[in-house]
Structure formats: structure tokens, C-alpha cells
T-cell receptor, first 110, second 117 residues
């Protein structure tokens, strides 16, 4: 079993749609969780951290369920510019070692 | 935010040659740097953790003698792909964290695209 597993993609949605990505992780001792965005042929960029209480940043909402070892990302009112690959990222223990999910591709169409 | 640079941004080389990739933290000191490899349509795979002043820690399946890592200062780590072969062609990305960058922040370099002919 992979350490971090994500929804298979791609997701094709129209502008304005709401889309949700899911991610599960296998190491119950994992401490930190993130969503990154990666555009084609570019480096990943931090989208948001994920906290147990859930957090929201504009149109983006991230949730963490430690009991189920599950992370989600919700994008509301999708924009064309949201088209990218979204990476679920887990930091298993203290420090900076980071495990990436395979990513889910999102295509937002006009 | 903090900036991490990589050099070169792309390189094409002949099979059998060695290629050195530099990763620099430009405005902060990074006690730890990470090297990742990403094949097309796949996610980033951690290759090794580079700690300033000590030996790198390699992930399972990554050959230490093929991917030489040196972290000689708090702002520079280098990855040398020795005797490169076509199967080493990939997108190599470094990231830096720790030190004055903060305790929970990891910054990525722009990546180096290696093509081995």
C-alpha cells in the first residue's frame, strides 16, 4: 500500500463548479499535512496546510480526519486558472521529510 | 517568501557523462535540503535528504554511488548524477527547509530537467 494515495484523475469540470479531492495516508503517526499545486513542468507550490480543525482560504477548504487518516480539498467556484495537478502531501514525523501523493489532475473548462 | 534556486534549469548530456545540479537557498539558511525526482505524469519521489555537514540519507532503491549529494554549506547542496544513462532523464527538484526558514516551511526550487541522450 502506498504511503499517500489520492483520487485517480483527471477531473474535468466546468467553470464555477465545486470539486473535491480526497487523500488517504497510511502512517497514523503522521504529523503535518499539506496540499500543493503543480503546474505542468513546474515545481510544486504550497496551496495550503491542513489542520485538524479544518481551514479555509478563499475558495479552498481543507479538512483532516485523523481517525480515518483522510484529507480532503474542496474547491468552490472553479476558475480556469485552477487547472493543475493537486498533490496531497504528508510529513510523517517531525522534521521536513515529505511524502507526496501521485497527484490528481484538474481541468477546468469554459 | 524564501527563494530556492537551481542550476542549471535544463541540461542535455551524452550517456556516460556526469551532471552536477546545484540547489541554493538564496535568502535563508537551510539545514536540510531534499532531492526529488519526477518522471512524466508521476509524482515527486524523494531520493535523499541532505543535511549540512553530514552524509546524505538515501531512500530505499536510490543508489548512493550514482547520485552523489554534497551539502557543504547552509545555502548550497549539490546532486551529481554520475555516468548518466537515458533512464536517468527526469525532472530533478530540490527543496530546502529548516534553519531561518522556519520550522514548518519547505521551499522548492524550480527544478532541473535532465535529458540523457
Amino acid at each position: 500500500r502506498k504511503e499517500v494515495e489520492q483520487d485517480p484523475g483527471p477531473f474535468n469540470v466546468p467553470e464555477g463548479a465545486t470539486v473535491a479531492f480526497n487523500c488517504t495516508y497510511s502512517n497514523s503517526a503522521s504529523q503535518s499535512f499539506f496540499w500543493y499545486r503543480q503546474d505542468c513542468r513546474k515545481e510544486p507550490k504550497l496551496l495550503m496546510s491542513v489542520y485538524s480543525s479544518g481551514n479555509e482560504d478563499g475558495r479552498f477548504t481543507a479538512q483532516l480526519n485523523r481517525a480515518s487518516q483522510y484529507i480532503s480539498l474542496l474547491i468552490r467556484d472553479s476558475k480556469l486558472s485552477d487547472s493543475a495537478t493537486y498533490l496531497c502531501v504528508v510529513r510523517p514525523t517531525g522534521g521536513f521529510k515529505t511524502i507526496f501523493g501521485a497527484g490528481t489532475r484538474l481541468f477546468v473548462k469554459a | 517568501g524564501a527563494v530556492v534556486s537551481q542550476h542549471p534549469s535544463w541540461v542535455i548530456c551524452k550517456s556516460g557523462t556526469s551532471v552536477k545540479i546545484e540547489c541554493r537557498s538564496l535568502d535563508f539558511q537551510a539545514t536540510t535540503m531534499f532531492w526529488y525526482r519526477q518522471f512524466p505524469k508521476q509524482s515527486l519521489m524523494l531520493m535523499a535528504t541532505s543535511n549540512e555537514g553530514s552524509k546524505a540519507t538515501y531512500e530505499q532503491g536510490v543508489e548512493k554511488d550514482k547520485f552523489l549529494i554534497n551539502h557543504a554549506s547552509l545555502t548550497l547542496s549539490t546532486l551529481t548524477v554520475t555516468s548518466a544513462h537515458p533512464e536517468d532523464s527526469s525532472f530533478y527538484i530540490c527543496s530546502a527547509g529548516g534553519g531561518l526558514a522556519g520550522t514548518d516551511t519547505q521551499y522548492f526550487g524550480p527544478g532541473t530537467r535532465l535529458t540523457v541522450l
